[in-house]
């Protein structure tokens, strides 16, 4: 009796393991229905509004702007390239945002941290898909001073 009982426990057991296992290998909640393609990349892809300040405090800053949407991968990075001397932006902010392929539009924003109190730092903005790849949108060198 003792072992029909332990051959069923162990039965029950791998079963648990194989219908557990099948489900650990599913690693999205999705359905591949609800999985959206890349969307197409846009033709020319431009800031419409900004970049801008958005909030400036002693140690770090915000940068907002918008572009048309850059389109490519759902992952992207907004960028920004700052430093003290408008003709070495050797430092680089970069802000995850993913893409709404129902939207026409993107917007953007990046913290800068580490910034140093009462400095004006000059700045020009971004943006890449997941791979590296810039989208090619240069805005021009703007500025703002930290409080």
Same mark, same amino acid.
């Given at each position: 009796?003792?072992?029909?009982?332990?051959?069923?426990?162990?039965?029950?057991?791998?079963?648990?393991?194989?219908?557990?296992?099948?489900?650990?290998?599913?690693?999205?909640?999705?359905?591949?229905?609800?999985?959206?393609?890349?969307?197409?990349?846009?033709?020319?892809?431009?800031?419409?509004?900004?970049?801008?300040?958005?909030?400036?405090?002693?140690?770090?800053?915000? &940068?907002?702007?918008?572009?048309?949407?850059?389109?490519?991968?759902?992952?992207? #990075?907004?960028? &920004?390239?700052?430093?003290?001397?408008?003709?070495?932006?050797?430092?680089?902010?970069?802000?995850?945002?993913?893409?709404?392929?129902?939207?026409?539009?993107?917007?953007?924003?990046?913290?800068?941290?580490?910034?140093?109190?009462?400095?004006?730092?000059?700045?020009?903005?971004?943006?890449?898909?997941?791979?590296?790849?810039?989208?090619?949108?240069?805005?021009?060198?703007?500025? #703002?001073?930290?409080?």
């Amino acid at each position: 009796m003792n072992r029909v009982v332990l051959k069923l426990f162990f039965a029950a057991a791998a079963m648990g393991l194989v219908f557990s296992n099948s489900a650990a290998a599913q690693t999205s909640p999705y359905s591949p229905k609800e999985i959206l393609p890349p969307a197409r990349r846009a033709a020319r892809i431009h800031i419409t509004q900004g970049p801008e300040l958005e909030s400036a405090q002693s140690h770090w800053a915000i &940068v907002r702007w918008t572009s048309n949407n850059p389109g490519g991968s759902d992952e992207h #990075f907004g960028v &920004v390239t700052y430093g003290t001397d408008a003709g070495s932006l050797k430092e680089t902010a970069k802000s995850h945002i993913r893409l709404n392929q129902n939207h026409s539009y993107t917007v953007f924003r990046v913290r800068i941290d580490g910034l140093k109190p009462q400095t004006t730092y000059y700045y020009k903005v971004d943006s890449m898909q997941a791979s590296g790849t810039s989208d090619g949108v240069k805005s021009p060198i703007r500025h #703002f001073t930290t409080r």
